[in-house]
């Protein structure tokens, strides 16, 4: 049953939509020819792959192994595909790569822009995920590499570069305090700030950091979303504790300016660039230029 055959289409389908008809519905095909498929798969094989529930397919365990696996299977044999291409000279493939929401937009599209200048058949398909969901991507194989807050090495996952960045205050040019080298946490009581929420990364370090010097903030704002606090800094409601990473378009424009805080109870934050364990030509070519990128951050 290669990675590419019929019967791998109908059981991904499947396991997708969670039905045989939403199945069929995505493959333009007719639901009984996608039953048949995973009747004669569970008659061949033994074991049953679906529960069959009244309003759906569910995978049994045996259904969730093949499932993992077929994925699995599929990305490798796009990275052998992606990696004849290249040694044939043809320059193309896919790169999927996974990235948080505060780095999706500052962090890529600029080294995409210029990386399809020379390279223009190669597709990108960018995943914007939550908290974890980096890594979960990159380990099953459904992405090339990840930036990600959270970094851990896997056999099947390896950490390919790491910048550590500072948290500080993020605020317009023009502001009083632009000029500061560096501030401390506790001036920042009697300044109006808008804070990340507090599932964030960087949130639950300055709380921390908060809790160790018994320090108080009442912020003006909070939010989940860095485009949004963002354009609150924009606006003049408040300054933001972020790192350069969640502010890189604005920093290099020279819209905004970076302080970073000078507490020794602040602990820093990786970003780390995470990849499979076999990445295809197109992607260790991508994955050179996010690593420089990474290293102008600081």
């Not at 990675?3 to 493959?27: C, D, M, N, P």
């Not at 007719?30 to 498929?37: E, L, T």
């Not at 569910?58 to 490798?76: I, K, M, Q």
């Amino acid at each position: 049953m290669p990675v590419f055959s019929r019967f791998s289409k109908y059981v991904l389908a499947v396991a997708q939509t969670g039905s045989i008809r939403s199945a069929a519905e995505y493959l333009n095909i007719a639901p009984s020819a996608v039953d048949r498929q995973i009747i004669n798969a569970e008659q061949e094989l033994g074991v049953r792959l679906f529960e069959r529930l009244p309003h759906g397919m569910r995978p049994t365990s045996a259904g969730e192994h093949l499932v993992y696996n077929l994925r699995r299977w599929s990305r490798e044999f796009e990275s052998v595909q992606s990696q004849i291409e290249g040694l044939q000279g043809l320059q193309g493939g896919r790169i999927t790569v996974a990235v948080g929401e505060a780095l999706a937009a500052d962090l890529l599209v600029e080294v995409i822009d210029a990386f399809h200048e020379e390279y223009p058949r190669i597709v990108f398909d960018i995943r914007v995920v939550g908290v974890g969901g980096v890594r979960e991507m990159v380990l099953s194989g459904n992405a090339d590499m990840g930036i990600t807050f959270m970094p851990t090495g896997y056999r099947v996952i390896r950490i390919e570069h790491s910048v550590t960045l500072v948290p500080g205050l993020v605020m317009p040019a023009d502001h009083e305090l632009a000029r500061r080298k560096s501030i401390h946490l506790r001036e920042c009581t009697q300044l109006p700030i808008v804070l990340p929420d507090e599932a964030m990364q960087i949130r639950q370090n300055i709380e921390y950091a908060l809790q160790k010097q018994d320090i108080t903030l009442n912020p003006v704002a909070t939010a989940n979303n860095f485009s949004v606090i963002r354009a609150l800094v924009k606006r003049g409601i408040g300054l933001a504790i972020l790192t350069q990473a969640e502010a890189q378009m604005e920093l290099r424009s020279g819209e905004f300016v970076f302080v970073p805080f000078a507490d020794k109870t602040l602990e820093p934050t990786l970003l780390s660039l995470v990849t499979s364990s076999h990445p295809s030509v197109t992607a260790s070519r991508f994955t050179e230029r996010l690593v420089a990128m990474m290293n102008d951050m600081v």
